[in-house]
T-cell receptor, first 111, second 111 residues
């Protein structure tokens, strides 16, 4: 069963393009996370949100609780944005320490 | 402030051997988790803890034990290593309502 679905799986963009990565989930959640994993493996939390929209630099994350959908947008993409972007959720009945992950979106930004 | 520290970074074991992956955090986080990451599978939760003395199973707990005797430490024990446990293991910690902080990972190969 795939409780957290991400699309696309792979994405290639030219530097400067606007990028959108989508995440949908199947049950009620208490929070949704967007994570970034660079080649070399380290994982960094980009956003944790339960409603609305958050912005950090060129990154914007939105969530629609009714539609069970979230998007991660990257404006003015740059080669250094090349990474795997992972969506994860805390189910509302679960513990905060218990995340369910999507399989990730591999982004490659060409100069 | 070191964050989440995992040791070792790399390990090769023979089938049947036992070992402990160490995880320590210095942020006084109550929540700690262990995940494994396999190609095509995404990250999956092995065990998690909501505080010292309290642990629970995640999605893939078989073959692994954990304990949480202190807030800082959350070791993961492989009882009898099997090739199917070849993976990259991540430890993470967080406080209530805050994003998770991940360690750098342990690459484990079982021959």
């Amino acid at each position: 069963k795939n409780e957290v679905e991400q699309s696309p799986q792979n994405l290639t963009a030219q530097e400067g393009e606007f990028i959108t990565i989508n995440c949908s989930y199947s049950v009620g959640i208490s929070a949704l996370h967007w994570l970034q994993q660079h080649p070399g493996g380290g994982i960094v939390s980009l956003f944790m949100l339960s409603s609305g929209k958050k912005k950090h630099g060129r990154l914007i994350a939105t969530i629609n609780i009714q539609e069970k959908h979230s998007s991660l947008h990257i404006t003015a993409s740059h080669p250094r944005d090349s990474a795997v972007y992972i969506c994860a959720v805390n189910y509302w009945r679960g513990s905060q320490g218990n995340l369910i992950f999507g399989k990730g979106t591999k982004l490659s930004v060409k100069p | 402030n070191a964050g989440v520290t995992q040791t070792p970074k790399f390990q090769v074991l023979k089938t049947g051997q036992s070992m402990t992956l160490q995880c320590a955090q210095d942020m006084n986080h109550e929540y700690m988790s262990w995940y494994r990451q396999d190609p095509g599978m995404g990250l999956r939760l092995i065990h998690y803890s909501v505080g010292a003395g309290i642990t629970d199973q995640g999605e893939v707990p078989n073959g692994y034990n954990v304990s949480r005797s202190t807030t800082e430490d959350f070791p993961l024990r492989l009882l009898s290593a099997a090739p199917s446990q070849t993976s990259v293991y991540f430890c993470a910690s967080s406080s209530q309502g805050q994003p998770q902080h991940f360690g750098d990972g342990t690459r484990l190969s079982i021959l």
